[in-house]
């Protein structure tokens, strides 16, 4: 069956809806060789799906590197297989069930078989999606040239190869250490800005000094001399009215 936009849309719907219920009904795919990380052209590749409820069967689809999702085989709880086109049977894939694990297995992996494998499964009555594994093939590194020349198309990555190359946890695993880093950060920077509001105000209240009180108090040197010129005043006041008293006596 090809790819298809509402297939798609079943897909997101299907992501969602497994968060919502929680881990009940968590499937998860994996390689059965769990030390395999990129499988190689022409060689026998085997795919686990582990299902908790085994008593209903899974559908194995494929997300190509282009977006289209394709969808392989449906595997029954007994273990019955229907390919697409109504088959019983592939000349590229096989599909059986082991207890809770249901099983894919691609006979002569291929370029066109390069993609991301997920398993569904209808449960009460709502569409449980997998986690997806990753497979595709090892990108070859070539060394950087160690001179200014141009560089040829032949060796540049392209942004598909890279996207492929990734570990499938890879990015994920960087999400907590990113955000870990970003509040450290945060909190340093707020450490640092009190640290210099405190400083501010500190230096700001040593410099506001209380306003120099002048003293109300007489100088000595001065009062000294008021006083001089206090009794100086009033010898003169009491020369002058002898001196009057002396002329009016001498009139009578």
């Known amino acids: 069956m090809a790819g298809s936009p509402a297939l798609l849309l079943l897909l997101s719907l299907g992501l969602c809806c497994t968060s919502a219920q929680g881990h009940r009904y968590a499937m998860a795919v994996r390689f059965l060789n769990w030390s395999m990380k990129h499988p190689k052209e022409g060689q026998r590749l085997e795919l686990e799906c582990l299902n908790n409820n085994s ?110 190359s990734r570990d499938p946890g890879t990015s994920h695993n960087n999400i907590p250490s990113f955000y870990c880093k970003m509040v450290m950060w945060v909190n340093l920077v707020c450490a640092c800005l009190l640290l210099l509001t405190a400083i501010t105000i500190t230096i700001t209240h040593c410099q506001s000094k209380s306003p120099v009180k002048v003293s109300t108090r007489e100088d000595p040197l001065a009062a000294l001399i008021s006083a001089a010129s206090s009794t100086n005043a009033e010898a003169e006041t009491v020369t002058q009215h002898r001196h009057f008293l002396h002329i009016s006596g001498s009139t009578l």
């Open 55 to 164: 008593d209903n069967g899974v559908s194995w689809i494929r997300l190509d590197k282009d977006g289209n999702l394709h969808f392989i085989v449906y595997i029954s709880k007994y273990s019955w297989t229907t390919f697409s086109g109504n088959k019983g049977a592939s000349s590229q894939f096989e599909g059986s069930k082991q207890g809770s694990s249901y099983r894919l297995v691609v006979k002569n992996f291929r370029a066109r078989d390069q993609g991301i494998y997920f398993c569904i499964a209808n449960i009460h009555p709502m569409l449980h999606f997998s986690t997806g594994q990753r497979a595709f093939f090892p990108v070859a590194t070539t060394a950087a040239p160690t001179t200014s020349a141009a560089t040829t198309p032949s060796s540049q990555a392209t942004k598909k190869d890279i996207w492929h």
